[in-house]
């Protein structure tokens, strides 16, 4: 059985760090891109990076882009996301997905296109 365990969130100033991490279990990790996306109650998921299955390509929405960094661990299947700069616009709840291939053969930045998902965890930045 497949699943996904975000961990790290939590409550930041604006302009501090928080590092989030993806757990994977269940699949054989180094074949799927990891996505993160964010959600804003009442607002639809939103984009913010793809890893590949072996870390050669990355993307970043505009909005994070210069601030967030993505990486992963295949030894360890695991996949974190190092955000840097926090702004209040970045809380939000963020989960991470996955599905197999590589991301450049698939809408990256669509939640349809994701086969897995974790559960959340909140991101609260204070002004």
């Known amino acids: 059985q497949v699943q996904l365990v975000e961990s790290g969130g939590g409550l930041v100033q604006a302009g501090g760090s928080l590092r989030l991490s993806c757990a994977a279990v269940g699949l054989t990790f180094s074949t799927y891109s990891v996505a993160w996306f964010r959600q804003v109650p009442g607002q639809a998921h939103e984009f913010v990076a793809v890893i590949s299955g072996r870390g050669l390509s990355i993307r970043y929405a505009d909005s994070v882009k210069g601030r967030f960094t993505i990486s992963r661990d295949n030894a360890k299947n695991t996949v974190n996301l190092q955000m840097n700069s926090l702004k209040p616009e970045d809380t939000a709840v963020y989960y991470c997905?996955?599905?197999?291939?590589?991301?450049?053969?698939?809408?990256?930045?669509?939640?349809?296109?994701?086969?897995?998902w974790g559960q959340g965890t909140q991101v609260t930045v204070s002004s």
């Open positions: 997905a996955a599905k197999f291939g590589d991301y450049t053969a698939f809408p990256a930045s669509h939640r349809s296109s994701y086969n897995y």
